[in-house]
């Protein structure tokens, strides 16, 4: 069964429009705020000092001899505080908010892989739909010559197998084109599922056409700014690590009650660790090769993706090098032939068969096969430079997912 038409009051959606109604509808955008959140509480925890501690000690009870009774028990309640050093507060507070950083770049990262698969699913859909003019040339083609075969058959000129064979193809070209309206249908309906939509809505095929797509400015790229947000957020845990070289101390006080005698006493008492630094001395080297992992992995992506990029813009060359020569040099051949084919069965002359057609015909249609399919691997391309270079972090800039 083909596929329902488009209605004739179809929007005509850009990319553009595209990206802007998924950012807005998208579950992912709600996860990403949530981590945000998560991250923003641990701000939050990070300004919490060390809780006071209050307790009761019950000593000289319940032993031998003259402690075996309640009367020489001591009971004391006191009361202790740590004071922090070192800076551990702020250090801690600043490895949070470092981390706030870190969620909100990675948040980014993950909504622009979005929505290159989202460009992605726009790019088979055009190419679904460019798919549909290859499709019906074919069989206005081969309907044409199944009418000239048909009309030789009934002169004696071509044998009855050959009226055969041209309702053949005609038939195979029907079911081709069937399908291909079913594949265009089922890419837009894809490519509307991201947002929650319906396909009815049309795509601008020019854009699909088009060659002359200008390479993406080279900016920071999102995984860079991924990289470089850990790379701040290893410095402050690097600072986070020296404050435990400083000890903090603990002061307590309290209030003694004697069973013999029943007198009550103050009680006041200290202590703060000793070789600190030394025993903290693994924590700040595993900070510092953490830091120093980070740097390098910037620097090596940093070539990374210069390399993908240049890789990427050659591969669009060729491509495009390629659809030039087809448009000026195959595809007016191969039609011509068809052509002058199609005319000389046309006239009754012997000079050439159903078979001689449908070669050059089948030549033509791979031409124009192999330009969709050309057109569809450069804009494939296209969305991976696009991914790279950023081209459409502006859409997340007034999501509350990123920062």
């Known amino acids: 069964m083909a596929a329902a038409p488009q209605p004739a009051w179809a929007q005509t959606l850009t990319l553009d429009e595209i990206l802007s109604r998924v950012t807005s509808s998208d579950p992912a955008v709600a996860a990403n705020a949530a981590r945000l959140e998560a991250v923003d509480a641990g701000i939050l925890q990070a300004d919490v000092r060390p809780r006071d501690v209050i307790g009761v000690d019950f000593e000289d009870f319940a032993g031998t001899g003259a402690y075996s009774s309640l009367d020489r028990s001591q009971t004391t309640g ?59 040339a074919r069989l206005a083609d081969l309907q044409h010559v199944e009418r000239d075969v048909a009309q030789r058959v009934r002169g004696a000129l071509d044998p009855k197998f050959a009226a055969e064979r041209a309702r053949t193809n005609v038939a195979q070209a029907e079911i081709a084109l069937e399908q291909a309206r079913e594949t265009a249908q089922i890419a837009r309906a894809s490519l509307a599922a991201w947002w929650g939509g319906s396909s009815d809505f049309k795509l601008d095929p020019a854009t699909f056409q088009a060659l002359d797509v200008p390479l993406p400015p080279r900016r920071e790229s999102a995984d860079i700014a991924s990289l470089l947000a850990e790379r701040a957020a290893a410095d402050a845990k690097v600072k986070l690590a020296e404050t435990g070289n400083v000890s903090d101390p603990n002061g307590r006080i309290g209030l003694r009650h004697f069973g013999d005698g029943n007198d009550v006493a103050v009680m006041i008492g200290g202590s703060i660790p000793i070789g600190a630094k030394r025993a903290n001395r693994g924590n700040v080297m595993r900070a510092e090769a953490e830091r120093r ?15 993908e990029i240049d890789k990427l813009a ?90």
């Open 78 to 136: 006191w009361y202790e505080r740590t004071w922090e050093r070192g800076g551990k507060r702020e250090a801690r507070i600043g490895a949070a908010r470092a981390d706030v950083e870190v969620v909100a770049q990675q948040n980014s990262v993950r909504l622009l892989d979005r929505l290159a698969r989202v460009q992605a699913a726009w790019v088979e859909a055009l190419a679904a739909e460019a798919a549909i003019p290859v499709a019906e």
């Open 293 to 307: 992992a980070l740097e390098a992995d910037i620097a090596v992506t940093r070539v990374e993706i210069g390399r």
């Open 314 to 403: 050659a591969d669009r060359g060729l491509i495009a090098a390629e659809v030039g020569r087809i448009d000026a040099d195959v595809l007016p051949s191969a039609e011509r032939a068809v052509r002058l084919i199609r005319d000389g069965l046309a006239r009754g002359g012997t000079a050439f068969t159903f078979l001689e057609f449908s070669q050059a015909q089948t030549v033509a249609h791979d031409a124009r096969a192999r330009r969709v399919d050309l057109l569809r691997r450069f804009h494939l391309l296209s969305v991976r430079l696009d991914r790279l270079a950023g081209r459409h972090a502006p859409l997340l800039a007034t999501l509350e997912t990123v920062r």
